[in-house]
């Protein structure tokens, strides 16, 4: 059932579904944003702190470490003296001092290279040579660090080796430490052995301070096992449990990333958010964790207040809309009426002012409106038909060369159907006589000119060659970007048609289809340039046929033309593509031989000529023979014009034809100069 509503309700659901809808969305998706946000920052300052916490205990472990490199180089001198009591007190004073300022540090001793006790510096025993020590004070050293001999312990053989040597924490005297060797000399002549604190380790100096109170952060170190090494006071667990229950202790222990905004149950049994670091000197992982109410409770405070004044702006803006439209239905049912008028062809329609200033300038607005779509309508209409009834094909594409539309006479010419070309970039109806380079400047002088004419051949559906008169046209938007491009064709095939017709009567012999008089002007124009460019011979043949006038005798014109037309064909058969064989009229003919190097090069190609036109022709039940005489002449050994060089090569035909015809001869200028003088001097007798 359809749905009826008054403008007022449809008003009321379009504000419903545009305004309060989307400001729903829009409110929680802020709300998820500004409560992400303030997360984010809280966990970032979180995790700052504790990689502040890493850095410091990795800082002060590596202040230890450097301590004891710097003492291990006195002592080196005084191990080579040992025997010296007063090298005992030193070490003795080295030790003592290392004590009395390293809090961490709880007990030292120096071992020598052959694994005997030098010193020991320990609160229970005191620091003593060896030699001093009673066997009781030995043997009480010995159970004390849980130890039988020293030279099976790693920490002894690691740092004789000449390395480092940090165990694994391990509860002593009932504080969890760890031993921390280091080789004296090198090669090594001692090793000094340390027992450190973590505890000491861990809050030496003021710890780094967290946003919120401690009871509200936890902070504790962990093994490589995940056992608790040291933590806050905050916390049931013991030094030395197993953490591995927690989430975030598997994580750090797995080596993979872990998420800080996720939350679990911590080691104060409270809902919190963790971050981790890695101590990779030392092995181990430093773990903070965050109440988490503690941090999303004002967190969702400000959220909520937020959104309480965007709600109550939200509710005063809906309330004006409406009060607005309450004021505006019925101006706004009358453009509806207005417009459906017009939408259906009626443009006497008239909005008359209501009183509302912005609601008269959009009945004004409207009206004017009016008269123009009016206007506008009579131009598309008058478009529309000139687009329909024109006898020239039009095509529009868009600015990618993408038909969108054309009209009947397009199809007509083109064979295709308005549905077979939409959506086509025009090139389909390529006829590939163009070259790409043709294409190439077409559109380069679109993109400069705007505009473009030309023919070109295309190809209709059913393969047929087509020429056509293109102009293309680029409409431009008001940034002077490209819309669109108009195309408009004409079929020119059949002028084309007739011009090639006339062409061909002008610069072909009738008979032959060879290049006439006129065609091999132009030739040797253009071979004349060749031959200057490249510097070499060009070869001006004149070619008349042996005894063909008794063939036009005894078997007539048609027999005889038939003959030039296979003479013509053997002709072009034995010449090159770039060479030029022209039909001068009756049995005369005229050769173009470019890119001679020396005449022996074009002497080959006047025998092979002569040769083949000797052979025996058949013509229906007749077998002729005939043969050639061919006068040459070699620009520019003869640098004279085209008639002259003509001249010349017809002259030695003749002498061609005196030495016993089926010949070639070269033309002499010497003997020709020495003619003329003859014919002067005769004349001049005369």
């Not at 300052?45 to 230890?64: D, G, H, M, P, W």
């Not at 941090?295 to 004006?320: R, Y």
């Not at 042996?546 to 078997?555: A, T």
Request: hydrophobic share 40%.
């Amino acid at each position: 059932m359809k749905l009826k509503l008054s403008l007022r309700q449809s008003w009321t659901i379009i504000i419903l579904i545009t305004v309060l809808l989307p400001s729903i969305t829009l409110m929680s998706w802020f709300g998820y944003q500004l409560y992400s946000t303030q997360l984010n920052s809280a966990l970032q300052i979180e995790k700052k702190a504790n990689e502040a916490l890493r850095n410091q205990v990795e800082t002060e472990f590596s202040r230890l470490r450097t301590l004891f490199h710097n003492k291990a180089d006195p002592l080196l001198a005084l191990v080579d003296m040992a025997n010296s009591l007063v090298n005992l007190k030193e070490i003795d004073y080295y030790l003592n001092f290392i004590i009395k300022h390293e809090p961490a540090v709880q007990e030292i001793i120096l071992v020598s290279n052959e694994a005997k006790v030098m010193a020991i510096i320990d609160p229970n025993i005191g620091l003593f040579p060896e030699h001093h020590l009673s066997t009781e004070q030995l043997q009480a050293f010995k159970l004390h660090w849980g130890i039988n001999e020293i030279n099976e312990r790693p920490e002894f053989i690691i740092p004789s080796l000449g390395r480092e040597y940090i165990s694994s924490p391990q509860e002593h005297d009932g504080f969890m430490g760890f031993i921390y060797a280091l080789p004296v000399g090198n090669p090594v002549k001692a090793v000094l052995i340390s027992f450190i604190d973590i505890d000491k380790l861990w809050r030496h100096g003021e710890k780094s301070k967290h946003d919120i109170s401690l009871e509200l952060a936890q902070d504790y170190l962990l093994d490589r096992r995940g056992a608790l090494l040291v933590s806050t006071d905050y916390s049931q667990y013991k030094i030395g449990d197993l953490m591995t229950h927690f989430s975030i202790t598997r994580t750090a222990l797995a080596n993979e990333v872990w998420e800080i905004k996720k939350s679990y149950l911590g080691i104060n049994q409270q809902s919190v958010f963790g971050t981790i670091t890695t101590i990779p000197l030392l092995n181990w992982t430093l773990v903070s964790e965050v109440t988490s109410s503690k941090i999303t409770k004002p967190i969702l405070i400000e959220l909520i207040k937020a959104l309480i004044l965007i709600s109550f702006g939200l509710v005063l803006f809906v309330w004006a809309i409406l009060a607005l439209a309450k004021r505006t239905i019925i101006p706004i049912q009358d453009v509806c009426r207005a417009t459906n008028r017009v939408a259906q062809g009626d443009f006497k329609v008239a909005l008359a002012a209501c009183g509302i200033k912005e609601l008269d300038s959009l009945a004004l607005d409207f009206n004017e409106m009016v008269v123009a779509r009016k206007i506008v309508e009579e131009q598309l209409h008058l478009s529309s038909r000139i687009f329909k009834e024109t006898h020239d094909g039009i095509v529009i594409t868009d600015s990618n060369a993408i038909i969108i539309d054309v009209n009947p006479s397009f199809s007509k010419i083109t064979s295709y159907s308005r549905d077979e070309v939409i959506g086509q970039n025009p090139n389909f109806l390529s006829s590939g006589r163009q070259s790409p380079q043709f294409y190439i400047d077409m559109w380069e002088a679109i993109g400069i000119e705007g505009f473009w004419q030309g023919e070109l051949w295309n190809r209709r559906k059913n393969g047929e060659i087509y020429a056509e008169l293109l102009s293309i046209s680029s409409l431009k938007g008001e940034s002077n970007n490209v819309l669109y491009y108009l195309g408009v064709i004409s079929d020119i095939t059949h002028s084309k048609k007739q011009q090639e017709i006339l062409e061909q009567m002008a610069h072909y012999d009738v008979l032959t289809q060879l290049p006439n008089r006129s065609l091999l002007c132009d030739r040797f124009n253009l071979a004349l340039a060749h031959c200057k460019r490249q510097n070499t011979l060009l070869a001006v043949c004149f070619l008349d046929l042996d005894k063909f006038k008794p063939v036009n005798d005894l078997y007539g014109h048609e027999t005889g033309d038939k003959l030039l037309i296979k003479v013509a064909q053997r002709i072009k058969a034995n010449i090159r593509d770039e060479d030029t064989v022209s039909r001068q009229g009756g049995d005369e003919f005229a050769l173009l031989l470019g890119d001679i190097d020396t005449f022996s090069q074009c002497e080959k190609m006047l025998k092979r000529i002569i040769e083949s036109l000797s052979k025996t022709y058949t013509i229906g039940d007749k077998t002729i023979s005939i043969g050639a005489s061919i006068g040459v002449t070699l620009y520019p050994i003869d640098n004279v014009d085209f008639d002259a060089l003509m001249r010349h090569a017809d002259q030695a035909m003749y002498q061609a034809k005196l030495a016993g015809r089926n010949r070639y001869s070269l033309f002499n200028a010497e003997q020709d100069q020495q003619s003329i003088q003859k014919a002067n001097q005769l004349e001049a007798i005369h």
